[in-house]
């Protein structure tokens, strides 16, 4: 029974090319290709013509999707050619290695096992460092002079294919890696090794058990030499597979698109590539004899694009350099570096800036590939697609901006699906400035990852369309929820998103919670979100009536509650309550309504004038009625003057200044009284008190920027202020009558007419 | 011969012998090694019976094999880069390792006229004799043309626009026309020019397109780890002290870590922990400088001190060296020497002796 082994590097494009020619020789009976047994039935789908890579085959636990592993293909990928080989032909193609249940299962006792072992960190496993690995082909890099492992296996094995001599290829990645195992040479994945390719032999014997006389054998070359004897091996592999763990986990398979980026990802097979848009150009034009040239064209193309100016010269002269460049290293066959060092020297000025392009467009190659609609999917993801589709959304890896007019039934469909994936947090578009004003105009950039149809899976049961899904995953997250901030916050993310359904049941969800709700802090979180919605949503055909409704009675309470909640507070909660008053002050700002201000302003007095107050906070309210122009400048310094007096505890006046100048110091260097009282005061601490105080002084003033404290010391240097401007406006000799006969002039230059 | 500073080829004559020796590579026309030979002279190492080659530049092996992978093409070679990272010194070794001969050299100033790099009349024979040959003065380039040898512009961007422009034809034709002898002289195999330009400097002319088009642009970097750097200083400055038959004990090594050390955390404008951000002097703080710094500091150990190379040897020139500012660059270095010499434990005799030199 011929069993034929051939070890490759995954997305290797020589491998893939000996693979082909291999296949052709030997005309097997049975291909088995490494990967996970879950994917046999996925791969038929390979050589549908929809099914266009790079794609990758995600197997997923059904029962938690974000346990998942995905196994990406690209056009060049021997595993891909070769299954594609075997279904043309109506060969039986099996996959061959660990389950992904027992995998998943592992790390699912793993983790568990952490979690009771965390009490005791620093036990003796700590102390002995973990072996550092060395890639084991590197050993043979570094005698024949190559910088690293990857170059040297590229020019001997993947770059120089030479035809009809793909025997001579695998005879000699098997010796080379049987010579590595038996040297002993520590691989990183070993344990996990042992038991894959226990498994490996298992699959092996069951398919020769089976009458199938002729195997072919696609697996990394790493494994080879470890499939070639799977007789002597039979009772140790039995004993080891039964070690592994028992597990009922459910594993669900399906293809998705990928990215080229992608593919350099390590997951599912274990290494990546880097330049999977440069494989892609040797897959297809390797074999040319001018395909360096073509390449040369392909980058001055893109700079020609991109308005660099590049002529043919550059492209001969490039070339030249390269093929110079090939023979001077002693190479047989122009290689990228050689190329991007000509594109560098010749078309670049020697710049590497020009070169990243060439990096994104052309050796990386942005590109997603397709899958059939046919495909077994879940409905939230055909949803999903159907709606991108009709709304025009491209699934693109690339960046792009769109600009959305919402008064545009498109553009507001668009930007509806948008904040709707938002919402199941799958984050495709990124909010940006819109550059023309109006709540009108919305701008995204949108970027789509291959994961994200992870997230869409993992979002499935929560409905089947994307509308439903979202409705029923915010009503369950606020039912949960007694946290009215979090239930604003659902508010606030389904107003664009248009849920109606689940707008109507927050807002009575809200409405209720506010007024069961002891939690005036609670409140006070719930308000600016609220506030902004009330202000910003009517773009969006929702009924606000009931928004505003809300708001009002939340402020209400707040105002009510307010004094109460701030009497007795330490130092730490008083800060924390600071703020909340901070943005209460901001969201009132924004209301617009006189009646309510007003209330504010006086919950605020209230707040100034009542005992048990903590400084922090009295200090605060101080700012604010002052900033709002409620209370005079004289009222302020005079409860300044007061709050700094001598018969305050000091740690009193320290929290009031605290409050008073949270933010800016700018005040004290404008306003000279308010200057000269707290000069006064800190001259007048005693030494004890001074050293109690100075951490409270050093954090109120080290928030200010640099500016403003370089300006305050140049003040405390000067002293006290005597108040010389005010006096010297004051003019015995003033004529009123003449200064008056200027004003009516000046009105008019200043456009000011007299009501 | 005492001469101050010897050609490369006459410096390394030895090395080069030996290398032609063990040549067996074929060589393009009229080169004297073959390009492997070449870049093996370039970057040293051992050759087959065991003859040592002294590295000429220490760096990355790829660019030097773009340099000479270019020269053997019909482009010219451009060396750009940071004043002080090793073009001129390249350009010379390269010409010295191909040609035999780096002495074919035009430098490029704001003055250089046309005549400088094609030809020109020597009127006294021109009055006498009318336009003849043996009338014509030959130019460096000229020569090489003839020759089929490397030719050497220094400062290519120094040169003027028009006169930058001459050089079109020589690069693209290979010929150089003299219409007023009704004759010309075309270049022989082997002929190619390297040219040097420093992106950094004030005053520059920009190449045109039509002439940056006959060049292969191999941009020289700053030394990337510090390993390499004080390698480099080391070298150099042991070597130059040869020359210069100064009598100091050879410098050490702590020595050059902390120059190179200042150097490279002023021109990165971060610690070399990564840690501290300072801001960068408006000096190039080259590589070369720091070889030269080091050499001061020997010169004064040397002449005035006990022989060692200490920090007070050294504070001068690099004082020197980082503030060309008088007033910009003192603040930076007063806050370099503040923040982070000052609190690095035993650089405390770096601190004083910066500290006594007054500004």
């Known amino acids: 029974m011929p069993l034929t082994i051939l070890g490759i590097r995954h997305h290797g494009v020589g491998s893939t090319q000996n693979v082909i020619e291999?296949?052709?020789?030997?005309?097997?009976?049975?291909?088995?290709?490494?990967?996970?047994?879950?994917?046999?039935?996925?791969?038929?789908?390979?050589?549908?013509?929809?099914?266009?890579?790079?794609?990758?085959?995600?197997?997923?636990?059904?029962?938690e999707p974000q346990q998942a592993t995905f196994y990406p293909f690209a056009e060049f990928s021997p595993e891909w050619q070769a299954i594609?080989?075997?279904?043309?032909?109506?060969?039986?193609?099996?996959?061959?290695?660990?389950?992904?249940?027992?995998?998943?299962?592992?790390?699912?006792?793993?983790?568990?096992?952490?979690?009771?072992?965390?009490?005791?960190?620093?036990?003796?496993?700590?102390?002995v460092p973990p072996p550092i690995h060395k890639d084991p082909i590197s050993y043979f890099a570094e005698i024949a002079g190559y910088e690293n492992s990857e170059l040297w296996w590229e020019h001997h094995f993947e770059h120089n294919y030479i035809s009809n001599s793909a025997k001579e290829h695998f005879d000699a990645v098997m010796l080379m890696m049987s010579e590595l195992r038996h040297a002993n040479i520590p691989s990183v994945l070993d344990e996990e090794n042992i038991a894959r390719e226990a498994y490996m032999r298992d699959i092996i014997r069951k398919t020769q058990n089976e009458l199938y006389s002729n195997i072919v054998v696609v697996c990394g070359a790493w494994h080879a030499p470890a499939l070639l004897d799977v007789d002597?091996?039979?009772?140790?592999?039995?004993?080891?597979?039964?070690?592994?763990?028992?597990?009922?986990?459910?594993?669900?398979?399906?293809?998705?698109?990928?990215?080229?980026?992608?593919?350099?990802?390590?997951?599912?097979?274990?290494?990546?590539?880097?330049?999977?848009?440069w494989y892609d150009f040797l897959w297809k034009k390797g074999k040319q004899k001018d395909f360096a040239i073509e390449w040369l064209s392909h980058v001055a193309r893109l700079f020609r694009k991109k308005q660099v100016d590049i002529s043919t010269a550059h492209v001969i002269e490039a070339f030249r350099l390269a093929e110079t460049l090939t023979s001077l290293r002693g190479l047989s066959r122009i290689g990228l570096l050689e190329l991007n060092e000509a594109t560098q020297t010749v078309m670049c000025m020697g710049d590497t800036v020009l070169l990243s392009l060439v990096k994104d467009k052309l050796i990386v190659a942005n590109r997603l590939g397709e899958v059939p609609d046919e495909l077994p999917?879940?409905?939230?993801?055909?949803?999903?697609?159907?709606?991108?589709?009709?709304?025009?959304?491209?699934?693109?890896?690339?960046?792009?901006?769109?600009?959305?007019?919402?008064?545009?039934?498109l553009d507001l469909n668009r930007s509806k699906m948008i904040h709707r994936l938002d919402i199941l947090e799958i984050n495709w578009g990124q909010k940006l400035y819109a550059r023309s004003k109006g709540t009108f105009k919305e701008a995204w950039t949108l970027a789509w990852k291959p994961e994200m149809y992870l997230s869409l899976i993992d979002k499935a049961v929560w409905g089947n369309t994307l509308e439903d899904a979202c409705t029923k995953y915010l009503i369950d997250t606020s039912q949960k929820s007694q946290n009215i901030g979090k239930i604003a916050n659902n508010i606030q993310k389904a107003i664009p998103a248009e849920l109606f359904v689940a707008i109507e049941f927050l807002l009575k969800k809200i409405d209720e919670v506010a007024t069961i709700s002891a939690d005036i802090l609670?409140?006070?979180?719930?308000?600016?979100?609220?506030?902004?919605?009330?202000?910003?949503?009517?773009?969006?055909?929702?009924?606000?009536?009931?928004?505003?409704?809300?708001?009002?009675?939340?402020?209400?309470?707040?105002?009510?509650?307010?004094?109460?909640?701030?009497?007795?507070?330490?130092?730490?909660?008083?800060?924390?309550?600071?703020?909340?008053?901070?943005?209460?002050?901001?969201?009132?700002?924004?209301?617009?309504n006189d009646e309510l201000t007003q209330l504010w302003f006086d919950t605020l007095k209230k707040l100034l004038n009542k005992e048990g107050i903590h400084s922090i906070i009295q200090g605060c309210t101080c700012r604010l009625l002052l900033d709002a122009q409620e209370m005079d400048t004289e009222e302020t310094a005079e409860r300044f003057a007061w709050a700094l007096s001598q018969g305050q505890e000091p740690s009193f006046s320290a929290g009031w200044l605290e409050g008073f100048l949270k933010g800016s110091g700018v005040i004290l260097i404008y306003d000279h009284v308010l200057w000269n009282i707290l000069y006064k005061w800190v001259a007048e601490l005693s030494q004890e008190y001074f050293t109690e105080l100075l951490p409270i002084l050093r954090r109120t003033f080290s928030h200010f920027v640099p500016n403003e404290r370089q300006q305050l010391g140049e003040k405390a240097k000067a002293g006290t202020i005597i108040q010389s401007q005010e006096l010297t406006t004051i003019n015995e000799n003033f004529n009123h009558q003449r200064a008056e006969s200027v004003l009516p002039m000046l009105e008019t230059l200043l456009g000011i007419t007299r009501l | 011969m005492n001469v101050l500073r010897q050609h490369a080829e006459e410096q390394f004559a030895h090395e080069l012998e030996e290398i032609t020796k063990q040549d067996k590579n074929t060589r393009p026309t009229s080169w004297n090694l073959s390009p492997q030979a070449v870049v093996q002279y370039l970057m040293g190492g051992k050759l087959p019976n065991g003859f040592e080659v002294s590295p000429k530049y220490i760096g990355n092996r790829r660019l030097m094999e773009i340099a000479v992978a270019t020269l053997t093409t019909d482009r010219a070679l451009l060396l750009y880069g940071l004043p002080g990272t090793a073009k001129?010194?390249?350009?010379?070794?390269?010409?010295?390792?191909?040609?035999?001969?780096?002495?074919?050299?035009?430098?490029?100033?704001?003055?250089?006229?046309?005549?400088a790099i094609r030809y020109g009349w020597n009127y006294a024979k021109l009055l006498a004799e009318g336009p003849s040959e043996n009338a014509l003065v030959t130019t460096p380039m000229m020569q090489a043309m003839r020759t089929g040898k490397i030719a050497r512009i220094e400062e290519l961007t120094r040169i003027t626009a028009d006169v930058q422009d001459t050089l079109i034809t020589i690069l693209s034709e290979k010929t150089l026309p003299i219409p007023e002898l009704n004759m010309e002289v075309q270049a022989v195999r082997g002929f190619n020019v390297i040219a040097t330009a420093n992106n950094r400097d004030k005053g520059v002319n920009e190449l045109s397109g039509a002439l940056k088009r006959r060049f292969n642009t191999v941009i020289l970097p700053v030394p990337e780890t510090m390993k390499e750097e004080i390698e480099i200083v080391q070298h150099r400055v042991s070597s130059l002290q040869k020359a210069l038959e100064l009598p100091a004990e050879?410098?050490?090594?702590?020595?050059?870590?902390?120059?190179?050390?200042?150097?490279?955390?002023?021109?990165?404008?971060?610690?070399?922990?990564?840690?501290?951000?300072?801001?960068?002097?408006?000096?190039?703080?080259?590589?070369?400088?720091?070889?030269?710094?080091?050499n001061s500091g020997l010169a004064l150990a040397a002449h005035f001190g006990d022989g060692r190379i200490n920090a007070e040897d050294l504070a001068a020139g690099l004082v020197g060296a980082v503030v060309k500012d008088p007033i910009q660059d003192k603040v930076v270095w007063n806050e370099y020497l503040e923040t982070v010499v000052k609190t690095r434990e035993d650089w405390k005799d770096v601190y004083r002796a910066c500290k006594e030199i007054v500004l």
């Open chain 1, 22 to 63: 291999m296949l052709e020789q030997t005309q097997p009976d049975m291909v088995l290709v490494e990967g996970a047994p879950e994917l046999d039935s996925i791969i038929s789908w390979i050589g549908n013509e929809q099914l266009r890579p790079p794609v990758a085959v995600l197997g997923y636990n059904i029962d």
């Open chain 1, 84 to 127: 594609l080989y075997a279904n043309n032909r109506q060969i039986p193609v099996k996959m061959l290695d660990l389950p992904l249940a027992i995998g998943f299962q592992q790390n699912k006792n793993e983790k568990e096992s952490n979690i009771v072992e965390e009490p005791n960190p620093e036990d003796s496993e700590s102390i």
């Open chain 1, 232 to 277: 002597s091996t039979a009772k140790a592999d039995t004993k080891l597979l039964k070690s592994l763990p028992k597990t009922k986990i459910k594993v669900a398979t399906t293809w998705i698109p990928w990215t080229n980026q992608r593919l350099s990802m390590h997951s599912g097979y274990g290494a990546g590539i880097t330049s999977p848009g």
């Open chain 1, 377 to 409: 999917k879940v409905p939230l993801q055909l949803d999903f697609e159907k709606l991108a589709k009709s709304n025009r959304l491209a699934l693109t890896a690339e960046k792009k901006d769109y600009e959305l007019d919402l008064r545009k039934e």
């Open chain 1, 522 to 592: 609670d409140l006070m979180t719930a308000l600016k979100p609220m506030v902004e919605v009330s202000r910003y949503g009517n773009v969006r055909k929702t009924d606000l009536g009931a928004i505003r409704q809300i708001v009002d009675s939340l402020l209400t309470r707040i105002c009510i509650g307010l004094p109460n909640t701030c009497y007795g507070l330490d130092d730490d909660n008083s800060r924390k309550v600071f703020e909340h008053i901070q943005q209460v002050n901001e969201a009132t700002r924004l209301i617009e």
């Open chain 2, 88 to 115: 001129s010194w390249v350009a010379e070794h390269l010409a010295a390792a191909i040609s035999g001969n780096s002495t074919l050299l035009v430098q490029g100033t704001a003055g250089t006229s046309e005549e």
């Open chain 2, 250 to 294: 050879a410098p050490a090594l702590k020595e050059i870590q902390r120059i190179v050390t200042i150097f490279r955390e002023l021109r990165a404008g971060v610690t070399a922990d990564g840690k501290t951000k300072i801001k960068t002097p408006s000096s190039t703080m080259s590589t070369a400088e720091a070889i030269s710094v080091v």
